[in-house]
Each structure stands twice: as C-alpha cells, then as structure tokens.
C-alpha cells in the first residue's frame, strides 16, 4: 500500500522557521520526483516547491523563492521541506505529493500524503 | 507568470451532467489534469494527460483540452460527486500551476 506521511506542522511565530518531513512507503522512492502543495484556509490548492527523483534539482514557486527549502534522502524515502522567514500567509495544510519520474500519469501527481497543519501566529 | 482560471463555482441536479471549465493561454498545447478534493481529503488524481481516468476512476468523469481550454465533464452526477475539483498543468516544464478550484454542489 502506498503511503506518504507528512510530519512537522505545529504551531510558530511570525518570522520563526520549521522543518516538515515527508516519509513514503510501498513504492520506489526513487522513481518519484516530490513536491509539496499547500492549501490556506478557504483557498485553493498552492504548489509550493518540487524535486526531481534523484535529487539534482529542485523548483520553488516564484513567490516563495529564497524562504523555502526543498530536499530529499533516496536512502531513508523522505523528503522534507525546510521553512524561514514563516509570515501568516504560509498558513496552511502542507502534503507531499509524487510524480511518478517514468511518466506513468505524464506528469500528475498521482500519490499524496494526507497533509500536515502548519499555523503561523503570535 | 502562467494562471488557470476555473469559476469559483457550479451546480448541478443528481443524474444530469455538468462541465467544469479551466482557461489557460494555449493550454491544448500542454497536458492538463484535474483533481478531486474532499473537506479534510487529500487530493485525487482524476484525470491525467487532458483525458486519461486512473483506475478506479468511474467512466464518468471525462475530460478534454484544446485551444485555451480544458473542460471537465462529470455525467450522471451522484452526490459523492460534490467536491472541490482543481485543474493543474505545467508552465515552462519546471513549475506547477493550479487552477483557483471550482466547488461542485449537487443540488
């Protein structure tokens, strides 16, 4: 079964930063490229950032370019998601998602995590 | 930057169709996909490469994409159906761009 839990969302300051973890299993790992979407509080869906499958490059979303910080370990099937500068916009339901690299969905994602709550507040 | 444009909103009655739009410019010249979204569900794949169903996708949900727009179309529309459903596709190869969403309600 496949599975992706997201971890790491909490409650944090204006201006603090998180880290949010994404741990997979029953697929390869390696054959997904990941990205993280987030959805705010009665808005839509937000595409945050993305890596390819072996970690060589990644993507962010213009408006988020410089505060976030996308990674991944092939070896332990995670992928994480790094959070600087956090402003009350970035709150959110943060989920991984995968992109199966082989082109089986031509470029949808096809997998995702069942999110994590990020709150930014004083 | 690339947007999708989807209306905020659609209704329909059990059992008749509906068509949910996303505009785009040249969007038939890229693929298109759509998702469904429950209140408190992560999002499902629907449909892939502007009209591909995933298995375990009902033949009721289709879809097509030419010129500036991808149209979702859902037959038959069953109260399960009633969601939040999210156009998505890829600007200059290296950038994910969603549709603002469209609420279904089935009336």
């Known amino acids: 079964e496949v599975q992706l839990l997201e971890s790491g969302g909490t409650l944090v300051q204006p201006g603090g930063s998180l880290r949010l973890s994404c741990g997979v299993s029953?697929?390869?790992?390696?054959?997904?490229?990941m990205s993280w979407v987030r959805q705010a509080p009665g808005k839509g869906l937000e595409w945050v950032a993305g890596i390819t499958d072996n970690g060589d490059a990644t993507y962010y979303a213009e408006s988020l370019r410089g505060r976030f910080v996308i990674s991944r370990d092939n070896s332990k099937d995670t992928v994480d998601l790094q959070m600087n500068t956090l402003k009350a916009d970035d709150t959110a339901v943060y989920y991984c998602?995968?992109?199966?690299?082989?082109?089986?969905?031509?470029?949808?994602?096809?997998?995702w995590g069942q999110g994590t709550m990020v709150t930014v507040s004083s | 930057s690339y947007e999708l444009t989807q209306p905020p909103s659609v209704s329909v009655s059990p059992g008749q169709t509906v068509n949910i739009t996303c505009s785009g410019d040249k969007l038939g010249d890229k693929y298109a996909c759509w998702y469904q979204k429950k209140p408190g569900q992560s999002p499902v794949l629907i449909i892939y490469?502007?009209?591909k169903r995933p298995s375990g996708i009902p033949e009721r949900f289709s879809a097509s994409n030419s010129g500036d727009t991808a149209t979702l179309s859902i037959s038959v529309t069953q109260a399960m159906d009633e969601a939040d459903y999210y156009c998505?596709?890829?600007?200059?190869?290296?950038?994910?761009?969603f549709g603002g969403g469209t609420r279904l309600t089935v009336l």
């Open positions: 998505q596709t890829w600007a200059g190869g290296t950038a994910v761009v």
């Open positions: 998602a995968g992109v199966d690299s082989r082109g089986s969905y031509s470029n949808a994602f096809d997998i």
């Open positions: 029953g697929f390869v790992f390696s054959d997904y490229a």
């Open positions: 490469q502007d009209s």
